[in-house]
């Protein structure tokens, strides 16, 4: 079944008497357990179109069911509950907090959703575990290398169980080699059940999604699944 399901979707961004229409009657859908990749030239719509599958903005015209909840009208309040169950998002920038540690940086979601503390600790920790990080859990990120870092920022991403997890350009501040570590979890994860979006302009970390979608001025210019193996084995 579809956990995204985006059907016509007009994206018009209106300033002052100028407007510009950024998505063009875009229709994509992303099923259970996939792993994409969305590529495109720049201004092509990318961050604009992960915005609207992360319920940080509603199209202008179109439909968008997430994981069973039609979001496109939905009040902001609404989507900001929606985004807090169902979207993990990992950014370029890391944005974790210096002075606290990693196993509070993964845990500080839950803070936001009330969760008790000793309830925290536990699913940080196995957030941790799932990124290979739980021995790291007392480091604070400038005992970390950037891989580590960004690591710790996809266990965040993680903490609260979301449908789908995420991804804007997340190896864009990493070298080639830290890279591979942080795709490499992202194939860990998506093998372990959970659906990956992620946003790249680099054809080689593309090549880690089982799907490689490409928008060209604001709609889908191509869309290739790849047989289900892994492109690095
Ligand atoms: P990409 O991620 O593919 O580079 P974007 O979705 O960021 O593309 O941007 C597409 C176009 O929309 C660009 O021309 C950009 O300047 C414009 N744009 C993006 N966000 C806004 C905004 N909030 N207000 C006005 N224009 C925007
Ligand atoms: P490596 O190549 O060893 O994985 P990087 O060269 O990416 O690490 O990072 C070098 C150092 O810079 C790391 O030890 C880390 O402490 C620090 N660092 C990198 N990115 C960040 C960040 N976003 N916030 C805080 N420290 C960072």
């Keep these: 079944q579809s956990v995204i399901h985006l ?4 994206k018009t961004y209106y300033m002052g008497s100028n407007s510009l229409t950024v998505l063009k009657g875009l229709s994509l859908d992303i099923f259970r357990n996939e792993y994409v990749a ?24 179109g439909t968008y069911i997430l994981n069973g909840h039609d979001v496109s009208k939905m009040t902001d309040d609404d989507l900001a509950d929606v985004r807090n169950k169902e979207i993990g998002f990992v950014f370029q920038q890391f944005n974790l907090l210096p002075r606290l540690t990693a196993a509070e ?14 309830d925290r600790t536990e699913r ?3 957030a941790l575990e799932k ?6 859990s007392h480091h604070k990120p400038n005992e970390m290398s950037g891989g580590q870092i ?16 995420l991804a804007d350009e997340p190896t864009g501040n990493l070298d080639s080699k830290t890279s591979v570590e942080v795709m490499e979890i992202f194939s860990q ?12 302009h680099e054809e080689d970390i593309a090549a880690y999604a089982k799907r490689v979608v ?8 191509s869309d290739n699944v790849k047989e289900p193996t892994n492109a690095h084995a």
Aim: aromatic share 2%.
């Design 189 to 200: 994860i998506q093998a372990a059940g959970n659906t990956v979006v992620l946003v790249t």
């Design 105 to 118: 940086n993964v845990a500080l979601p839950l803070v936001y959703a009330g969760v008790n503390r000793k």
């Design 214 to 221: 490409r928008l060209r001025d604001g709609v889908i210019e």
């Design 7 to 10: 059907e016509t979707i007009i």
């Design 131 to 136: 990124v290979g990080l739980s021995s790291r």
């Design 124 to 126: 940080a920790m196995i």
């Design 150 to 165: 960004q690591r710790v920022a996809i266990a965040r991403a993680l903490v609260n169980n979301p449908s789908i997890l």
């Design 38 to 61: 969305l590529m495109g030239p720049s201004g092509s719509g990318k961050s604009t179109l992960m915005n609207m599958i992360g319920c940080l903005d509603t199209p202008t015209s």
